[in-house]
């Protein structure tokens, strides 16, 4: 009942303040467990989440600095969204993730950890991609322009609505293992992967740290 007040509210609001392009959609896969990475730009990326999926079974992982809040305290509950510790191996939030993740559900992650407060792709960090890589589920890399904080409040103060681009690429699937190099090698080849699929859906000058990248190139 919580889920669907808050995504009732979330699409009231959105539909109030910004105009909402969604291409790709029927790349997200309708009856299996799977990955979405995005970009993280701003502080309505995971308000997207719900705006776009009707699923029940979604699952956020909520930086554990939200965990002192009131506010964010009860929206994490009402989604039935996981804290983790960002800064140091977090076995119980992990195991949660995986169980939901192998059950069937929907996991979203940002690679990169944090906002990027340019707008432009930080360099992603390994954790979300080992879930998906452990579950062996397919991963949807995902797009996201419009939603950067500094748009959102200069547009907003204008009273201008905002103009929200989202983008979903074509799900694929990492091998479970490469002969010849050790996990860590791995991951890192498997980070860059998901985010180059992500940079190639994004314009140009918001690739960021990937913007040179080989893989990308190919893509491109």
């Given at each position: 009942m919580a889920l669907k007040i808050v995504r009732g509210l979330i699409?009231?609001?959105?539909?109030?303040?910004?105009?909402?392009e969604l291409v790709g959609m029927t790349n997200l896969p309708q009856a299996e467990g799977f990955v979405i990475a995005a970009n993280h730009?701003?502080?309505?990326?995971?308000?997207?989440?719900?705006?776009?999926?009707?699923?029940?079974?979604?699952?956020?992982?909520?930086?554990?600095?939200?965990?002192?809040?009131?506010?964010?305290?009860?929206?994490?509950?009402?989604?039935?969204?996981?804290?983790?510790?960002?800064?140091?191996?977090?076995?119980r939030a992990l195991r949660m993730a995986m169980k939901?993740?192998?059950d069937g559900g929907l996991l979203a992650i940002a690679p990169e950890g944090t906002r990027s407060k340019s707008g432009s792709l930080l360099a992603a960090k390994p954790g979300g991609i080992y879930l998906a890589w452990k579950a062996g589920v397919p991963i949807v890399p995902i797009a996201l322009v419009g939603t950067e904080d500094y748009e959102v409040r200069r547009r907003l103060k204008r009273f201008r609505r905002l103009d929200i681009r989202v983008v979903a690429g074509p799900a694929f699937s990492l091998p479970v293992e490469a002969k010849g190099k050790g996990r860590a090698a791995l991951l890192q080849d498997y980070t860059d992967e998901v985010m180059c699929r992500i940079a190639a859906l994004l314009p140009e000058e918001k690739r960021g740290f990937y913007a040179d990248h080989p893989r990308l190139m190919e893509f491109l």
């Open positions: 699409r009231l609001i959105m539909r109030l303040i910004s105009r909402i730009v701003g502080r309505l990326d995971a308000a997207m989440i719900y705006h776009v999926l009707d699923r029940d079974d979604v699952i956020v992982l909520v930086a554990e600095k939200y965990q002192k809040y009131a506010i964010t305290r009860w929206l994490t509950k009402a989604v039935d969204g996981i804290f983790i510790d960002r800064f140091n191996p977090d076995v939901r993740l192998q």
